[in-house]
T-cell receptor, first 112, second 111 residues
Framework: DAGVTQSPTHLIKTRGQQVTLRCSPKSGHDTVSWYQQALGQGPQFIFQYYEEEERQRGNFPDRFSGHQFPNYSSELNVNALLLGDSALYLC???????????FGSGTRLTVV | DQQVKQNSPSLSVQEGRISILNCDYTNSMFDYFLWYKKYPAEGPTFLISISSIKDKNEDGRFTVFLNKSAKHLSLHIVPSQPGDSAVYFCAALLNNNDMRFGAGTRLTVKP
């Protein structure tokens, strides 16, 4: 049973560019949440998608946007990248809410 | 706004002894509290949770205690094993959709 799959695993981008990160949820899960984990910090909630709509959002600027597809997979888009966007981006899936989260291994984004 | 705090960045214990990891929170509206364990190059994995209406939950070697009046929870691991060495995150859940994490505590269990 495949867990949460994230791609790519590592990415290097230049300041000002745009990036798209992808997440396939665990089989049977319909809710996808995205987190940003900076070095030495805990994961910070970006947003959660359910039924292809953004259901909840954390304190992140509009440069961070997302999408959920009918098969429950999700994308995280970040525009106008800043050096401070360098972090590990984690995707978590669950059935209906935030309990029982299954996390992916993350995408390490480096902005230079 | 750091609503969940883990004030100890690291903890070292001897194998077989008890590990106690602490967590404080500020928002009294949190519904559930959870502990996650994270190994390098892996995502966090769920360990144990507790509802805000309870004060203790036990699962094998892991026990979580909740003190609502003090807005404090702790994770006890007994006996500690070298395989328990990892980063432990405390998390709090609001309205089943918004999970807030602490900064993590790195536990090292020495053989």
């Amino acid at each position: 049973d495949a867990g949460v799959t994230q791609s790519p695993t590592h990415l290097i981008k230049t300041r000002g560019q745009q990036v798209t990160l992808r997440c396939s949820p665990k089989s049977g899960h319909d809710t996808v949440s995205w987190y940003q984990q900076a070095l030495g910090q805990g994961p910070q909630f970006i947003f959660q998608y359910y039924e292809e709509e953004e259901r909840q959002r954390g304190n992140f600027p509009d440069r961070f946007s997302g999408h959920q597809f009918p098969n429950y997979s999700s994308e995280l888009n970040v525009n106008a990248l800043l050096l401070g966007d360098s972090a590990l981006y984690l995707c978590a899936s669950s059935l209906g809410g935030a309990q029982g989260y299954t996390f992916g291994s993350g995408t390490r984004l480096t902005v230079v | 706004d750091q609503q969940v705090k883990q004030n100890s960045p690291s903890l070292s214990v001897q194998e077989g002894r008890i590990s106690i990891l602490n967590c404080d929170y500020t928002n009294s509206m949190f519904d559930y509290f959870l502990w996650y364990k994270k190994y390098p190059a892996e995502g966090p994995t769920f360990l144990i949770s507790i509802s805000s209406i309870k004060d203790k939950n036990e699962d094998g070697r892991f026990t979580v205690f909740l003190n609502k009046s003090a807005k404090h929870l702790s994770l006890h691991i007994v006996p500690s094993q070298p395989g328990d060495s990892a980063v432990y995150f405390c998390a709090a859940l609001l309205n089943n959709n918004d999970m807030r994490f602490g900064a993590g505590t790195r536990l090292t269990v020495k053989p």
